[in-house]
């Protein structure tokens, strides 16, 4: 059974820096694409980043390029989520997304096979 468990959110003044964590169990890890998606109250679920079974490819969305990177230990079957330069904007609940494939670097989330059950990051201004 897979199990994602993701940390590390928080409270955080914009401008700041926070890093999330996902741990994966259940599966082989280097076998998963893995992403990070959000939800802010009242939207719908979107993407973050993704990154590839090796960790040598990644993938952002617009509003984030250039200020968060994601990463893969695959020794520690862990990804991370560096978030830097922070925003209001980017407040929301934070997922971590396995996909059961090396194919692609999916930006959809009906293309994630398993979910975390989410991190809450609030940035004040």
């Known amino acids: 059974q897979v199990q994602l468990v993701e940390s590390g959110g928080g409270l955080v003044q914009a401008g700041g820096s926070l890093r999330l964590s996902c741990a994966f169990s259940?599966?082989?890890?280097?076998?998963?694409?893995m992403g990070w998606f959000r939800q802010a109250p009242g939207k719908e679920r979107e993407f973050v980043a993704a990154?590839?079974?090796?960790?040598?490819?990644?993938r952002y969305s617009g509003s984030v390029k250039g200020r968060f990177t994601i990463s893969r230990d695959n020794t520690k079957n862990t990804i991370y989520l560096q978030m830097n330069s922070l925003k209001t904007e980017d407040t929301a609940v934070y997922y971590c997304?396995?996909?059961?494939?090396?194919?692609?670097?999916?930006?959809?989330?009906?293309?994630?096979?398993?979910w975390g059950q989410g991190t809450q990051v609030t940035v004040s201004s």
């Open positions: 990154i590839s079974c090796s960790g040598s490819s990644t």
């Open positions: 997304a396995a996909k059961s494939s090396c194919i692609g670097l999916g930006y959809s989330a009906f293309e994630y096979d398993y």
């Open positions: 259940g599966r082989t890890f280097s076998l998963n694409t």
